[in-house]
């Protein structure tokens, strides 16, 4: 290419770019969520995601009220399209289940913010 960059370059470019801000969203986020995380997984995650791609959040917080709030705060910001609200607990049991569901959102996911 003339300018020198990859296709695959310019699209690790984008994808760090995009990782970064939403990066940066998610942190501002967990400020007012004492004890909450906010993970990132699907194709974004992964880093097969295409234009067409959405984000994916799981919203994880110490009890599903607290969680299902913080799944609130992230769509009211726009933050991403899904969230799934887990409890930690439930998380933590999702996470090392045998399900192959949660087995590859546990092994892609991608921490954004801990508060």
Not at 27 to 54: C, E, M, N, V
Not at 69 to 79: C, E, N
Not at 83 to 93: F, G, H, K, M, P
Request: net charge neutral.
């Amino acid at each position: 290419m003339a300018s020198g960059k990859t296709v695959a370059e310019i699209r690790q470019r984008k994808r760090e770019q995009r990782l970064s801000r939403l990066q940066a969203k998610a942190k501002q986020l967990i400020d007012s969520h004492p004890g909450g995380s906010l993970w990132l997984f699907g194709s974004l995650a992964r880093g097969d995601w295409d234009a067409y791609s959405d984000v994916d959040m799981l919203a994880v917080a110490p009890t599903p009220v607290e969680a299902d709030q913080l799944a609130d705060a992230v769509l009211s910001q726009q933050l991403a399209d899904d969230v799934i609200a887990l409890c930690t607990s439930e998380w933590d049991r999702r996470a090392a289940s045998k399900d192959p569901y949660w087995q590859a959102i546990s092994r892609d996911a991608r921490c954004l913010a801990k508060g």
